[in-house]
């Protein structure tokens, strides 16, 4: 027996590649979703919530997801499916077209668990529990409510789990579930959970505990391959499972040394080298178009320089083909450090440009002194100003850029390089 499952399609929203392009919307990754299940002729599809992206775009939600809910049933494959903070109010409406549905089977309306047994057409039974949001924010965990006592489990059937919600946080407002309340749950074969649209893997023995991932990557911050898991059970009821790509896009971050560039034309060559390098490793089947941020590292005489060739240069106009893949740029970061003859013996200079690079040092040892200990204050400072501020209150938390201490870290090294690379290059200056 085999069974699709994913969540967090977000049917109205589009892949952020260049200008919106119809292929790239998630109403056409959830199309070709279903063109795969039913090629695959598939026992049923498991979906874990936000389907729909809130209640802009309703009616282009609702008419994508009834046709290819349609199409299922027309082909006689189920789909078990629960809402999730986005369609918490919605999906339950949409739902009423299939109310009398022998094949479309809507989960734990009102935060109620609920138990549905499946009989298929091999003979064979499963049982899916499941949990719906009962509205856009939820402050406890789920599976507090769970008493699988009550609802009539049958041992020896295989059973997987629904549920929207952040393994992540505990003090989530998206239901709060942790990983130690889905573990106990001994009779569950896999929990299949939506929400955090990063694809991951939590355990690997029963139960098997995994977010899909949203099935297709709709904006950068949601890298790597992105599709559904493959769940299988074979003729004994041993479960197995395999991650499929299948979005269209693929967002990635690839590294390269550019310590041995000494002008322009090099570190081009060394971009391209490692465009094609890297993106041959990237590529799967269902992949239309690979966008890449790359991150220069090394130790070079002029971090700051490097600055102004990626900004005076085109680069973010390159496009290249691998096998049907389009292949583009979409960032640059500059991540090199100041190659400095002896850092240690600059530190010990009174002068400013001492003062940073005895700064670097210790940043990048994780000590302190005065001056890097103001520094992060100052900087995780003005980050939270940011966060608070009142034209981004509105985003959602998994939307928020939030630096980690360490990332601070990392951007403030990055600076202290290219400010010492100028100064070192004004001093070089001064002394001609
Ligand atoms: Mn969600």
């Not at 109310?99 to 298929?120: A, M, P, R, T």
């Not at 896009?249 to 465009?275: C, G, Y």
């Not at 220069?296 to 490097?306: K, N, R, S």
Request: charged content about 25%.
């Amino acid at each position: 027996m085999t069974f699709f499952a994913t969540a967090d399609i977000h049917l109205g929203r589009s892949s952020q590649v260049g200008g919106t392009q119809h292929s790239l919307s998630a109403r056409e990754g959830w199309k070709r979703f279903v063109d795969r299940a039913i090629a695959d002729q598939v026992d049923a599809v498991l979906l874990s919530g936000d389907l729909v992206d809130k209640e802009n775009n309703y009616f282009e939600a609702l008419s994508a997801l009834e046709a290819q809910l349609k199409r299922l049933e027309t082909a006689h494959i189920h789909t078990v499916l629960v809402a999730g903070n986005h369609d918490a109010l919605v999906l339950p409406e949409m739902m009423n077209t299939f109310k009398n549905s022998d094949y479309v089977h809507f989960l734990g309306v009102n935060g109620q668990w609920e138990i549905l047994k499946l009989d298929f057409k091999s003979g064979k039974t499963v049982q899916f529990l499941g949990w719906s949001f009962p509205a856009e924010h939820v402050s406890s965990n789920p599976l507090d409510l769970l008493q699988l006592s009550e609802l009539e489990i049958q041992p020896n059937i295989p059973l997987l789990g629904l549920v929207h919600g952040d393994i992540t946080n505990s003090d989530s407002n998206y239901a709060p579930i942790t990983q130690a309340s889905l573990q106990r749950e001994t009779s569950v074969d896999a929990w299949l959970l939506g929400h955090i649209h990063l694809p991951e893997e939590f355990q690997q023995i029963r139960p098997f505990i995994c977010y899909s991932g949203s099935l297709q990557s709709l904006s950068p911050k949601e890298h790597g391959a992105h599709g559904f898991q493959q769940i299988e059970f074979d003729d004994f009821g041993e479960m197995s499972h395999e991650f499929q790509p299948i979005s269209p896009v693929r967002f990635e971050k690839i590294e390269t040394d550019i310590s041995e560039v000494s002008e322009p034309q090099e570190l081009r060559q060394l971009i391209l080298k490692a465009v094609e390098n890297e993106s041959i490793l990237l590529l799967y089947a269902d992949l239309s178009h690979l966008v890449l941020d790359i991150s220069l590292t090394g130790e070079v005489a002029f971090p700051h320089e490097i600055d102004g060739w990626i900004n005076r240069s085109d680069v973010f106009e390159y496009e290249t083909a691998i096998d049907g893949t389009h292949i583009t740029i979409r960032k640059i970061t500059n991540h090199t450090r100041y190659k400095a003859d002896n850092l240690h013996l600059l530190a010990d200079e009174k002068s400013p440009a001492g003062v940073l690079a005895a700064a670097i040092i210790d940043l990048e040892s994780e000590n302190e002194n005065p001056f890097t200990k103001k520094l992060m204050k100052s900087f995780s400072e003005r980050t939270e100003t940011l966060n608070n501020a009142s034209v981004y209150m509105s985003l959602e938390s998994n939307q928020k850029i939030e630096l980690k201490s360490s990332e601070h870290r990392q951007l403030l090294i990055d600076e202290c390089h290219r400010l010492l690379s100028e100064m070192m290059i004004l001093k070089q200056n001064a002394n001609n």
